[in-house]
């Protein structure tokens, strides 16, 4: 019958489950990070040249970007400054306003548009 069939399949399982050692107690952590451990991933550091250049221009890049963007928003502030605006909500908002008005510009004329037509705020 097919009760009988799949009382075999369990009672195989079940003397698995108890024919384990009990042992020491591992986190979920310390298992899997062993487990890592033992298994043959190769180290990071075996990254070859053409990796590592990229990964350096992709770094670079974004240092490069952020620098921008850091000079983009000091520039505002100076300019809000200038007019009297103090309050650092106001200040956050229009800098948000500002970047957002770059990136719909890049995006309807790209990165050559804002070049092109720019002007200094």
Not at 30 to 53: F, G, W
Request: glycine share 6%.
């Amino acid at each position: 019958s097919l009760a009988s069939l799949l009382g075999m399949g369990k009672a195989e399982a079940e003397n698995n489950h108890t024919a384990k050692p009990a042992g020491q107690w591992q986190s979920v952590w310390a298992r899997t990070s062993a487990e890592v451990r033992t298994t043959t991933i190769p180290p990071a550091a075996a990254m070859s040249d053409d990796q590592l250049s990229y990964l350096q221009c992709f770094q670079n890049e974004n240092e490069k970007t952020e620098l921008k963007r850091r000079r983009r928003e000091s520039k505002i502030r100076r300019e809000l400054v200038m007019q009297g605006i103090t309050d650092e909500e106001m200040v956050l908002e229009v800098i948000r306003q500002r970047e957002e008005e770059r990136t719909q510009k890049i995006l309807f004329r790209g990165e050559a548009g804002l070049f092109s037509g720019r002007q200094d705020r």
